[in-house]
């Protein structure tokens, strides 16, 4: 023991000028341990894994962790390392470019001989109303314009939807059937529509009625299996629609008391609903074409788009900042999916989603981060069947923080319970990863993940715990 504490005093300065960085480490937050043994007992937690792993958002130091080295389910806080890993790659200036052009010849009374194809680039954003310029009534536009420019007034051939740089799967393995008909299960597409979604319209009552999709699809066949829900039950209607069917089939139930209009559906071939949505707007002012189809259509035919062709028009998307704003804030799982074939696909690969992920792990890999602590299958996090661990997902969060792309990264994050923090919901899955700034320089890094708990929602509680870093 010194009994100079002059001394002692001296000796301690000499630390902090020796060592700047323990003046501001921050120690495990008071509470923070005992708040999540909480949670761990909670009865809903009972077969559950729970884990968190808490970094000082400065130097990186693990605060706190449990059980943040075990692989979980992901859920769409999985679209953080998506997101962050296509500002790596990609850059903050990407876009993605869609052609419109023509094959053939256009005589002198205006008729082309030929046909006009829609070269998809893979914008998950065309047509979307999230962005002036996407809106599917300006790209219709700006299409008409552009086929009234180069003097055509009827096409003796077919309006082509084209995603052939991607191939034909849109839906990534491991998704599941009662989700993949769903908006929210709509596969990714080189040439996507209107955030490749439609809206069905349902009346309730004692027989739950449809009354009309939105827009009209003439070329869907809609079979309502919906039984009426008691009142206060909700919305527990989903859409089995597989990629590519022309049959969906509603199925579920939907509350007589119910105050919404109804349920919104996957697109089951994207590139024809864009190639459909042309010639329906051509046809109004009386341009007429044979018929609309799509390349994979045509391959089933042993067909091939004509090669080469004159540029009518050509779309550039958002910028990729916009991109990952809507994505991360309204949780899009195709802008996720799309990104993430991306990446292969300017990395050389063929675009599917397992080189996608294999992108995205390889990067982080190069990084620092075990990439078996990264078992990717896709870029939403909609597969129950990822497995991430807390501790690989807050390391990269930390080390994004690093990147001139950072603010538009965290900008792109929800709030949620005060924090910053992307949520992840899935069957029996609840999750939340981003940063806390708790005033005075003071950031933490969080990631807090249960699976298979019991019960209805259980955020609450996982809120509960993180309120112990405030």
């Not at 001296?10 to 003046?23: G, K």
């Not at 933490?444 to 019960?455: E, H, P």
Request: with cysteine.
């Amino acid at each position: 023991m010194f009994k100079n504490t002059s001394l002692l005093f001296f000796l301690f300065l000499q630390y902090l000028i020796t060592f700047p960085e323990a003046a501001s480490a921050q120690t495990e937050p008071t509470g923070l341990a005992q708040a999540f043994e909480r949670l761990s007992s909670d009865p809903q937690a009972k077969y559950a894994i729970s884990s968190i792993c808490v970094l000082d958002g400065n130097t990186g130091k693990q605060l706190y962790g449990r059980n943040e080295n075990i692989g979980v389910a992901t859920a769409s806080t999985l679209k953080t390392i998506t997101s962050a890993t296509a500002f790596a790659l990609l850059g903050k200036d990407f876009r993605y470019q869609t052609i419109l052009k023509y094959t053939g010849s256009i005589d002198e009374k205006g008729i082309l001989h030929g046909n006009l194809i829609i070269s998809g680039g893979g914008d998950p954003s065309l047509g979307s109303d999230r962005y002036q310029s996407s809106k599917n009534t300006v790209v219709l536009e700006t299409w008409v314009q552009a086929i009234k420019k180069a003097g055509i007034t009827k096409i003796d051939g077919q309006i082509i939807g084209d995603a052939s740089i991607w191939g034909t799967q849109g839906t990534p393995d491991g998704w599941t059937w009662q989700d993949m008909g769903n908006y929210y299960g709509a596969g990714s597409s080189a040439l996507s529509w209107h955030e490749n979604q439609f809206d069905i319209k349902l009346k309730p009552g004692s027989n739950v009625l449809l009354s009309r999709t939105s827009p009209e699809m003439p070329y869907l066949k809609i079979v309502n299996e919906l039984r009426a829900g008691k009142a206060g039950s909700g919305d527990n209607a989903y859409v089995f629609l597989p990629p590519y069917s022309q049959t969906a089939y509603l199925r579920g139930t939907w509350a007589t008391d119910i105050k919404k209009s109804g349920v919104s559906a996957a697109i089951p071939d994207p590139a024809y609903e864009a190639a459909f949505r042309l010639a329906d707007t051509l046809k109004l002012i009386g341009i007429s074409s044979n018929s609309v189809t799509t390349d994979r259509l045509m391959a089933l035919n042993t067909l091939t788009i004509p090669v080469g062709g004159k540029t009518l028009a050509v779309i550039n998307s958002p910028a990729l900042p916009e991109i990952v704003y809507w994505l991360n804030k309204k949780s899009i799982n195709l802008y996720a999916e799309n990104l993430l074939k991306t990446l292969a696909w300017k990395a050389g690969k063929e675009a599917t989603t397992e080189n996608g992920a294999a992108e995205v792990i390889r990067y982080w890999s190069t990084k620092g981060i075990d990439r078996n602590a990264l078992n990717i299958l896709d870029g939403s996090g909609l597969s129950p069947a990822n497995r991430v661990t807390t501790s690989a997902m807050a390391q990269v969060l930390y080390q994004t923080q690093k990147e001139s792309w950072f603010p538009d990264f965290y900008e792109s994050l929800p709030v949620n319970n005060g924090m910053k923090l992307k949520s992840g919901t899935i069957k029996d899955v609840s999750a939340f990863a981003g940063y806390y700034d708790a005033g005075k320089g003071k950031r933490y890094v969080i990631v807090i993940n249960i699976n298979n708990y019991s019960g209805s929602s259980i955020n609450n509680k996982l809120f509960n715990v993180l309120n112990s870093l405030k």
